[in-house]
């Protein structure tokens, strides 16, 4: 009896051995994505994910820097002239075409709101400089105009604005 | 090359243990009758000098991580409290600092070693790639251990090389967030590091292991590039090259020891003792030395080459100037191993030397001006002198007539 299970071109054992692998694969899956997955942002991390933040302190061609997701985050007072030059500028000039009505809110196009790191590599760059009156980040020097668009230098975007609402007129969201 | 073994065990011991974990007669067939080319120049005990500083790194690091605390807000002062409370920390920690940078300084040395004189060319093809496996992972285990202690370097080191991943064209976002374990580098990045830089060397171990493994094998190469032909050309292993090779030990541990002893922050950046804050970017962002050279040929690709933007761009050439000497030994097909005798190679070598010292003097320089133009030119020659220079050398050039053994050119050169 054992000689004829032996000699059929597919058998029991080949269908053991098929079956054994894949409840291993599915089982080594199971086991692997939890030990992957502990290394994504925990409760605490994702906690911080929204804040809260009153512009009317800032006057008039000053900026802050505020703490979101332990980001730093540029909130700008632009001045008229600031508003002018970045609404001047062709969408042709752009490495990363965006209008200046794309980047702020409809009404408060005095504020500017951007997640500070340089999209090169992240480093912060420092305000009221670079040769486009806006951001020069010295780390590899990438220049960022009044709208903080990338002007030159090798950052390949834009500085991020994240999703934010105005709640009130001078209350913004975060997150 | 591995002669069958001459072991016996000496002792009723001996030969019970010898049965059950041959270990000594491994010591005996590895470490001391191992037969080793007798003409190996000092270029050849860097590699001993490696493993002692591993070692080294391992002893120092294992105390360390007793008094470190690895939480954002304590890991600066744990550092300092190391530095001026813990009995003798001061030179523990220096010489675990210091002691990276020396063991850059072997590690490049015997790499170059190796290039120079194409240990990397068949049969020991093998042995190169596990070499260039333990380069990479010893860059990772120095940059996740200069992030330790927290301070503005190694902060915002840690964000600019961790945006690398944030190239990776559509998931890249995500998986810096899982690599960074938050929105931003952190307390979660901090812990991990920490466990990863514990781990990593004992997985580099591991690898020399197989590295040396692999050596023995073929056994070694030598500075003429002639395979050994019989048994007058080597000498056994122990005492001629432990000896050779304690000696060369003893002078690295020289300024190895100065360093220590009366510069121990000279090869850091003073950034670093400002505690890391995640609101203020430093002027430069510097990293260690021994990753400038890399670090250049990141920042060179300032421009878009098709559809791959400026930063996808500088992290490929990055990751592809490491991956480049993984296929070297075909890149590289002159059936003359040594450059002793490659004329035209030997210049194209030193033009390769020097311009690596030129991307690392570069990396250290502000992205601005002239030192933009040249990082693009050492970069390109980097990549030239792997893709172009050496396939065509191999083909266009007449090495000088070799010795036919290595007995021959000792003996010969005694005579002269």
Not at chain 2, 246 to 261: E, H, N, R, T
Not at chain 2, 351 to 362: A, D, E, P, Q, S
Request: hydrophobic fraction near 50%; charged fraction near 15%.
């Amino acid at each position: 009896m054992a000689t004829q299970v032996e000699h059929s071109s597919t058998n029991r054992r080949d269908f053991l051995y098929v079956a054994t692998g894949a409840v291993g694969a599915v089982g080594a899956a199971a086991v692997v994505w939890p030990l992957i997955n502990q290394l994504n942002p925990d409760a605490s991390t994702l906690a911080l994910a929204s804040i809260e933040f009153d512009v009317s302190a800032i006057p008039e061609g000053q900026s802050v820097t505020i703490t979101w997701r332990g980001l730093p985050v540029f909130v700008r007072h632009r001045t008229a002239v600031e508003i002018e030059e970045a609404k001047a500028v062709p969408l042709s000039d752009l490495k990363d075409p965006e209008t200046d009505e794309q980047r702020t809110k409809e009404g408060y196009e005095q504020w500017l709101v951007m997640i500070a790191n340089c999209t090169h590599l992240g480093c912060i760059p420092v305000g009221e400089s670079g040769d486009f009156d806006g951001w020069f980040c010295p780390c590899h020097g990438s220049h960022y105009d009044s709208a903080g668009r990338i002007r030159r230098g090798p950052a390949p975007k834009n500085l991020v604005v994240p999703p934010y609402e105005f709640v009130s007129d001078t209350l913004i969201q975060i997150g | 090359m591995s002669e069958h073994s001459t072991y016996t065990p000496g002792n009723a011991v001996e030969k019970w243990l010898d049965d059950r974990l041959p270990v000594v007669r491994f010591a005996k067939e590895h470490l001391m009758d191992f037969p080793t080319p007798k003409n190996l120049n000092y270029w050849w005990t860097f590699g001993a000098i490696l493993v002692m500083c591993l070692g080294v790194q391992i002893v120092t690091g294992v105390i360390l991580a007793m008094h470190y605390t690895p939480n954002v807000g304590m890991a600066f002062n744990s550092v300092e409290f190391i530095k001026r409370d813990v009995n003798g920390g001061r030179i523990i920690q220096a010489t675990h600092a210091v002691g990276a940078s020396m063991f850059f300084v072997a590690l490049y040395i015997h790499i170059f070693r190796g290039l120079f004189y194409g240990s990397y060319k068949a049969p020991r093809e093998i042995i190169w790639i596990l070499g260039v496996l333990i380069f990479v992972l010893t860059m990772a285990t120095a940059f996740m251990g200069y992030i330790l202690p927290w301070g503005q370097m190694s902060f915002w080191g840690a964000t600019v090389i961790s945006n690398i991943f944030s190239a990776i064209p559509l998931v890249g976002e995500n998986i810096k967030q899982l690599v960074l374990g938050g929105f931003a580098v952190g307390n979660p990045t901090l812990n991990r590091f920490f466990s990863l830089h514990y781990l990593l060397p004992f997985i580099i171990a591991a690898v020399v292991g197989l590295h040396i493994w692999a050596l023995h094998v073929p056994g070694n190469n030598n500075p003429i590039g002639v395979e050994v032909k019989d048994s007058r050309d080597t000498v056994p292993f122990h005492p001629y090259y432990t000896m050779k090779d304690l000696f060369a030990m003893v002078l690295f541990m020289i300024p190895f020891a100065w360093f220590v002893f009366f510069a121990p922050d000279i090869l850091g950046h003073p950034d670093n003792y400002i505690m890391a804050n995640s609101m203020v970017t430093p002027a430069e962002i510097v990293p260690e030395w021994y990753l400038l050279p890399f670090y250049t040929i990141l920042r060179a690709i300032d421009f878009n080459v098709l559809f791959i933007d400026s930063k996808l761009g500088g992290v490929i050439a990055m990751g592809g100037s490491m991956l480049m000497l993984l296929i070297v030994p075909w890149l590289d097909t002159s059936k003359v191993r040594s450059g002793s005798f490659r004329p035209m190679f030997k210049w194209f070598f030193a033009l390769f030397v020097i311009n690596f010292i030129g991307l690392m003097y570069l990396g250290a320089q502000p992205a601005e001006g002239i030192y933009v133009t040249l990082a693009k030119v050492c970069t390109a020659f980097y990549f030239i002198y792997f893709l172009v220079v050496l396939p065509v050398l191999s083909r266009i050039e007449t090495p000088r007539p070799l010795p036919t053994s290595i007995s021959e050119s000792v003996l010969g050169k005694a005579h002269a």
